[in-house]
């Protein structure tokens, strides 16, 4: 593979120091448990201690936005990791819940900036499901625990940059100031 042209800014698999939530729901228990425990697993094989990661049960999908957004409006967690299950029925609801719950996690993570990591199955079938906890397709709750990871540390990588300014184009270190927006006349 080529080198690339530009150094890339990314994160580390490093879970040393940080502290994590995870939001699991209930609902097909028989399926979120085995995420929960190898997102747990991946947490702790990256340097996570078992007094940094907090569990938070929800019923359902639908409520996993919602518990999220609490546990990162408190401010201590560097990531949350959603996990939960919908199997598709005979009826729109499957499509509805899985629109609201992807939305309402990602919304959660843009308005409080803390990483949020989606491990929630959205599979047609329960063999499918099976298969992404742990079978067939590794375990989708081992990956959001690795996201959730890689993404605090990233974010912590990046808001050094953020609060001193942009390398500038010669790539002397040095800082380029941010520009102002400019200011809008009234009328």
Known sequence: MPEAALAALEGKLDASGRRFAIVVSRFN???????LLSACD???RTGARKEDIDVVRVPGA?????????????G?????ICIGCLLRG???????????????????????????????LTCDTLEQ????????????????????VEMASLKAAIEPQA?????????????VP?????QRRSR
């Open 62 to 74: 639908f409520e996993i936005p919602t518990a999220s957004r609490s546990l990162a409006s408190t």
């Open 129 to 148: 499901a099976i298969d992404r906890a742990g079978l067939k397709m590794g375990n989708k709750g081992f990956e959001a625990a690795l996201a959730a």
């Open 29 to 35: 228990s028989f399926i979120t448990e085995r995420l």
């Open 76 to 80: 201590k967690y560097h990531a949350i």
């Open 163 to 175: 609060s001193t300014g942009k390398k500038n184009q010669a790539g002397d270190g040095s800082r």
């Open 178 to 182: 941010r520009k102002k927006p400019p």
């Open 90 to 120: 005979d009826t729109a609801h499957y499509d509805v819940i899985v629109n609201e719950v992807t939305r309402g996690i990602g919304q959660s993570a843009q308005e409080t900036g803390v990483p949020h990591a989606f491990g929630v």
């Open 42 to 44: 991946g947490l702790l």
